[in-house]
């Protein structure tokens, strides 16, 4: 598929983006907090790994390499805003705006109670804001492996860093994490 991007089939590249850009955007999103800065990182992502395409050598999968350009334009972005402190006026209504509440309880019988849904919030809630809380070297370590499930080797080639600073930056994410829960 690279190749017959590299000899000019923009259709190729198409089915890339297609084939990766959920997983591209969900790390994005978890990495930086907010949706439309995702979206925005999500198209950067693809853009430069258009432009530089050129560059993948092909010792990693395409998928290692564009997660390791996503990964860091989150970390980028997260250090401007960290400067810019601006807040997001819908960033409390999550991810997914368009789905209509109503229309997914109609849609599942089966929904758990009022009462569950409202805990299963609360938790989320909380583990978003305790991810939120992370250092983000720290943080993405934690969403590459635990949300995307990246191998440390993998994780370690995405950030230029060690595998052995990979498990130290996991281990502390993880007590850091556990901390609040407790």
């Not at 800065?37 to 564009?66: N, V």
């Not at 400067?83 to 209504?93: E, G, H, I, Y």
């Not at 999550?94 to 009462?115: H, K, V, W, Y």
Request: proline letters at 3%; aromatic letters at 8%; glycine letters at 4%.
């Amino acid at each position: 598929m690279i190749e017959r991007v590299r000899s000019g089939d923009v259709n190729a590249f198409g089915q890339l983006v297609s084939k990766y850009q959920d997983r591209v955007y969900n790390a994005c999103w978890r990495l930086c907090g907010h949706s439309e800065d995702a979206r925005d990182l999500t198209q950067e992502a693809f853009l430069r790994a258009y432009r530089s395409l050129d560059s993948f050598r092909g010792h990693s999968a395409f998928y290692t390499w564009i997660f390791r350009i996503t990964v860091n334009l989150a970390l980028s972005h997260r250090r401007k805003a960290r400067v810019r402190q601006a807040k997001s006026l819908d960033a409390d209504r999550g991810a997914d705006q368009e789905s209509s509440p109503l229309r997914d309880r109609l849609e599942d019988r089966n929904a758990p109670s009022p009462d569950q849904r409202l805990t299963d919030a609360e938790l989320h809630q909380r583990a978003e804001q305790a991810l939120e809380a992370l250092d983000p070297n720290h943080r993405a370590v934690v969403v590459l492996r635990d949300v995307e499930g990246f191998d440390y080797a993998e994780i370690a080639q995405m950030l230029d860093i060690a595998p052995g600073t990979v498990k130290s930056r996991l281990h502390r994410a993880r007590a850091a994490l556990r901390a609040e829960f407790e």
